[in-house]
């Protein structure tokens, strides 16, 4: 019984989502390898052969690898699906764009989002935003997972020494092609890797105010800048911004909320945090229900005051 983790990278460096899944894997499995497809990927190869607990690194290289799109890649999968018992990536965008055609291809149902190994074919999955947990057992001979990468602390990126087996790639048939990707460039820490983070949401007004009182804010903590769908929505920031159910997952050490009510689905993607903080003006606010710490206040009087208060 040997896992398989599909790798979250750029052709130069693995993401953390990764370490991640690994985690969950060896929950799994005892073995667990990795693969690594892209082009021109070694540097990245190299890196996850030195995660703790990987037994062996396949690499595939070719020109229809590069962008992991879901159709070569999952062709890539498949050749050597029958090796695995199980198949795990994380609940990223690729993630979920990837296993869900693989887990079709084999006729298996798909594990999605699980935060706990209950055994080796037992799972625990957040449903209703987070508000219940299901347990789910599979009784398919292969396991296709994706994994809630908060569920679960990474695997040290060092001490490992797997080999490293190189493969050649499948045939691409062609259908799909990459066009283009728009990326929003920014020097802070990625949202969902990230230590702390900043949120605005609604009640700061306007795409101006936030940038005024939260983008500060954030760099005296050296945090990563996120907001409420509610924020989004209204255009103060890009949707890559975006925190809760229908954004991204997150729970860094520090989660710091400005004018954030605490909708449900906002709650969903942020509640798992070490310390949250709150500030709003509405006691009554739900963000407060699960805040370590809460201020009810004008947030355009106490966010300047504790911008000004950490030097």
Do not use: W
């Not at 190299?46 to 070719?62: D, F, T």
């Not at 018992?85 to 291809?105: D, E, F, M, Y």
């Not at 991204?248 to 310390?275: C, E, R, W």
């Amino acid at each position: 019984m040997t896992a398989l983790v599909i790798a979250e990278h750029d052709n130069k460096s693995l993401k953390v989502a990764t370490l991640n899944a690994v985690a969950a894997a060896l929950q799994c499995s005892p073995e667990v390898d990795v693969l690594v497809c892209g082009n021109g990927a070694d540097a990245a190869a190299q890196a996850a052969s030195q995660i703790a607990g990987v037994r062996k690194v396949i690499q595939v290289e070719a020109a229809a690898l590069v962008d992991q799109l879901a159709e070569p890649l999952a062709a890539q999968i498949l050749s050597i699906a029958k090796n695995y018992s199980h198949i795990l990536a994380p609940a990223t965008a690729n993630g979920k764009n990837v296993l869900p055609r693989v887990a079709a291809k084999l006729d298996v149902a798909q594990l999605s989002d699980i935060t706990k190994v209950v055994s080796a074919d037992t799972f625990e999955r957040p449903i209703y935003a987070g508000n219940a947990i299901a347990t789910v057992q599979s009784g398919d001979s292969v396991k296709v997972i994706t994994v809630r990468t908060t569920g679960f602390d990474p695997v040290a990126a060092m001490g490992g020494s797997a080999t490293i087996e190189k493969q050649a790639a499948v045939a691409d048939t062609g259908k799909s092609c990459f066009i283009g990707r728009e990326l929003t460039k920014s020097d802070r820490p990625e949202l969902t890797a990230a230590k702390i983070i900043v949120s605005g949401g609604r009640g700061l007004g306007s795409g101006e105010k936030y940038q005024e009182l939260i983008a500060p804010l954030a760099d005296k903590l050296g945090a990563a800048l996120g907001a409420s769908r509610a924020a989004v929505d209204a255009g103060y920031v890009p949707n890559d911004y975006q925190v809760g159910q229908t954004g991204k997952i997150v729970a860094p050490q520090l989660y710091v909320a400005v004018g954030i009510s605490g909708a449900i689905q906002h709650l969903a993607g942020m509640k798992d945090s070490k310390v949250i903080v709150a500030i709003n003006k509405d006691p009554e606010a739900p963000i407060f229900s699960v805040a370590d710490y809460g201020l009810v206040a004008d947030l355009f009087t106490a966010v300047p005051e504790l911008t000004k208060a950490l030097g």
